[in-house]
């Protein structure tokens, strides 16, 4: 009952801020002459709701093991367990094509088809596509793609995601010939990301070409000469040029993880927890972060925290996320700058593309961590003393020891963007050296732990073409080697 109630409630938070941001009060598709910027506008609205409510945030967190649910005395047992909402496997799938995806395509070709073309407007939506559908092939694996959204194909046919991936880069770089940085026509009031800074669209395509090309290097190690080539592009550069959707302080508006708790909990944390399986690294290193990322239990002392095991009972001393992080105006985050810092850390660690250089690679190491910690207002005497005391010094280490840090704390770093952890966790090492080594939980089915979430129901029964053969919950996504 409890999930009933939160679910319904995530889908009135996300028809209400439908109404209010934006001013986007109807679905575009409903109009004959729906323009390009309302468009983009109601598949931004979609997709950053899709990304921190129950639909996604929640269950990827709790079966990756980011996050603890507390078993009964917090959400239940049942995300811990791999036990997966028909509704966040559907909703989901349905966000990244029915509406985000579709209202995108309809803008491109409005974009495309205008006179003179919009490019830089088309340029936008394409961008934002991309980036959608690299997460939705991180999340289902082979997805329709090439045929999807082209009414020729009644029923599309689903592309490997070898192809899908190398497929996003190729509209990524259509993208980025048609953009014109002095061409005033582009969307700038529907633009929550960047206002129609198209400069900031240019490093945003760049760095996500980076994430793809990163993603498939295990696999596909020739795509180190493009990520070679793609460090002398524009990327993102500081701070200022992350990729969020934004939340607001003001009704209507707020983050919905703090309208949850704002509705159902007083304004407090009581269902998700601190999991072992990233506050065990933090105490490791005596992570100035702890009292950022959690709040003490209520019965816990002053400035003790603790955390527990996935699929494990919690009590009232165990620490939970902070309500720091589900504020009401906390920013979802879909690429930071500390992010890009810690590829480029990689690639020197590993020589993708580059001579190996452990000393370059432990200078982006440090300002990565530094810029994760300061997007999070670590003061900055507590970032030093972190930085000078207890960060480990790579650059004396040996390649694989170095990589081995450099993803413990990419997996700190994403604690709360589980999307983007559960890609990370996956592609952090081969099969039992991954960061961390996560375990099957307790209660979970036997296999192995979640790899990818089972197609949605209503595909497989409404698309001929969908898979005959369904892959396991424990199978391997093409890029997880």
């Not at 931004?44 to 409510?53: D, E, I, P």
């Not at 994430?211 to 002398?232: C, G, H, K, W």
């Not at 001393?317 to 500390?338: G, H």
């Not at 440090?366 to 003393?385: K, N, R, S, T």
Request: negative net charge.
């Amino acid at each position: 009952m409890k999930k009933l109630i939160i679910f319904t409630l995530i889908i009135s938070m996300f028809a209400t801020s439908c109404e209010s941001w934006l001013d986007v009060n109807t679905n575009p598709n409903k109009s004959t002459t729906a323009a390009p910027d309302d468009l983009f506008a109601y598949a931004a609205v979609s997709y950053g709701a899709n990304r921190v409510g129950g639909d996604s945030y929640m269950p990827i967190g709790f079966m990756n093991q980011s996050i603890a649910t507390g078993g009964s005395f917090g959400w239940g047992y049942a995300e811990d367990r791999y036990d997966v909402s028909p509704y966040s496997l559907g909703n989901t799938w349905k966000m990244y094509y029915s509406s985000s995806g579709n209202n995108l395509n309809l803008a491109i070709d409005i974009a495309e088809s205008a006179e003179p073309a919009a490019n830089n407007v088309a340029a936008q939506a394409k961008i934002l596509l991309a980036e959608m559908m690299y997460e939705c092939t991180m999340i289902y694996g082979d997805i329709p793609y090439s045929q999807a959204w082209n009414s020729s194909y009644a029923y599309p046919e689903f592309d490997a995601q070898e192809d899908v991936l190398k497929g996003l880069i190729a509209d990524i770089d259509s993208a980025l010939e048609q953009i014109d940085v002095v061409d005033p026509i582009r969307i700038i009031e529907s633009d929550p990301f960047y206002q129609g800074d198209m400069d900031k669209w240019i490093k945003l395509a760049n760095s996500l070409k980076l994430r793809i090309y990163m993603t498939m290097f295990d696999q596909d190690p020739s795509v180190a000469d493009e990520i070679a080539a793609l460090m002398n592009e524009e990327l993102i550069a500081s701070a200022d040029d992350n990729f969020l959707f934004p939340f607001f302080d003001s009704p209507e508006n707020e983050n919905i993880k703090f309208k949850l708790f704002d509705k159902y909990a007083n304004g407090s944390n009581i269902w998700i927890f601190a999991n072992t399986n990233v506050f065990d690294f933090m105490q490791a290193y005596d992570d100035p972060r702890i009292p950022v990322y959690f709040d003490e239990g209520p019965e816990a002392a002053a400035g003790e925290y603790k955390a527990i095991e996935t699929a494990t009972e919690a009590d009232a001393t165990i620490s939970t996320i902070s309500m720091y992080l589900y504020r009401p105006d906390a920013p979802e985050v879909i690429y930071s700058y500390s992010e890009l810092l810690f590829f480029m850390a990689e690639i020197y660690t590993r020589g993708i593309g580059v001579p190996v250089d452990l000393t370059t690679a432990a200078d982006y190491f440090e300002q990565a961590v530094e810029e994760a910690m300061l997007f999070y207002e670590v003061p900055q005497a507590d970032i030093d003393g972190f930085l000078a005391n207890d960060l480990p010094d790579i650059s004396g280490m040996t390649a694989e020891d170095a990589r081995y840090e450099i993803h413990v704390q990419q997996w700190i770093d994403l604690m709360d963007r589980p999307l983007e952890g559960w890609v990370q966790s996956r592609r952090s090492g081969d099969e039992g050296q991954e960061v961390p080594n996560l375990q099957l939980p307790n209660g979970a089915p036997a296999g192995g732990i979640m790899r990818r979430w089972p197609y949605p129901d209503d595909e497989l029964t409404g698309n001929i073409n969908a898979p005959q053969e369904l892959p396991k919950i424990y199978d391997k996504l093409w890029f997880d080697k």
